[in-house]
Each structure stands twice: as structure tokens, then as C-alpha cells.
């Protein structure tokens, strides 16, 4: 079964930094859109960013840029995305996803076939 497992998350204050990982396991990233994804408490899945592996085009959400980057390890078949500057409205568990694609919305959950576990992240104030 192919599957995605996040890592990375924790507690950190305000103003502190995260590098969140998504490993894929039974499949190889190439050719692949891949989602980062968030839920905060009684709000809906939103997507944060995306990158599509084959160029390393990315996308972000406006709340996110400049303090979030998404990147690709082929070799390691791994997405990371580093996290700065976080905010306490950036806690959620966070998710990743992943689709052969194509891809018409990076932002809509539908889009994306395989998804990790989810992992959480707190932002303390």
C-alpha cells in the first residue's frame, strides 16, 4: 500500500521555525503534485502549499508566503517544508498529499488521492 508520513511537528513558540517532512513509502515522487494541507480546530482543510516535483513549481497560500518554503528531494523521495516566522494562527495538524495529477485546483482537497497521517503543529504565543 503506498502510503505518505509527515514528521517534523511539534510545539514552538511564536516567532520560531519547523521543517516538516513527508516521506512517500511504496511509490517514488516522480511526476508527482504534492499538497501540504492544514486543519486547525473546527475550521476546514486548507491547502497551504504545493510543489509539483517534476519542474519544482510551487505555490502558497497568501498567509504563508515569505515565511513558508516547500521543496522537493527526489533522491530521498521526500517534500519538506519549512516553516519561519510561525504565528499562532498557523497551528493545525498539517497533511500532505499526493497526486500523479493533473492537478486544476492545487488547493482543493479532491484533487489528491494519497495522504499522510497528519502531524501537529502548536504555536505558542
Known amino acids: 500500500e503506498v502510503q505518505l508520513v509527515e514528521s517534523g511537528g511539534g510545539l514552538v513558540q511564536a516567532g520560531g521555525s519547523l521543517r516538516l517532512s513527508c516521506a512517500a513509502s511504496?511509490?517514488?515522487?516522480?511526476?508527482?503534485?504534492i499538497g501540504w494541507f492544514r486543519q486547525a480546530p473546527g475550521k476546514e482543510l486548507q491547502g497551504v502549499s504545493y510543489?509539483?516535483?517534476?519542474?519544482?513549481?510551487?505555490y502558497y497560500k497568501d498567509s504563508v508566503k515569505g515565511r513558508f518554503t516547500i521543496s522537493s528531494d527526489n533522491a530521498k523521495n521526500t517534500v519538506y517544508l519549512q516553516m519561519s516566522d510561525l504565528k499562532p494562527e498557523d497551528t493545525a495538524v498539517y497533511y500532505c498529499?499526493?497526486?500523479?495529477?493533473?492537478?486544476?485546483?492545487?488547493?482543493?482537497?479532491?484533487?489528491?488521492?494519497?495522504w499522510g497521517q497528519g502531524i501537529q503543529v502548536t504555536v505558542s504565543s
Open positions: 498529499a499526493a497526486d500523479r495529477g493533473p492537478i486544476l485546483g492545487w488547493t482543493s482537497p479532491r484533487e489528491y488521492y494519497i
Open positions: 510543489i509539483r516535483t517534476t519542474d519544482n513549481r510551487t
Open positions: 511504496r511509490f517514488t515522487f516522480d511526476d508527482y503534485h
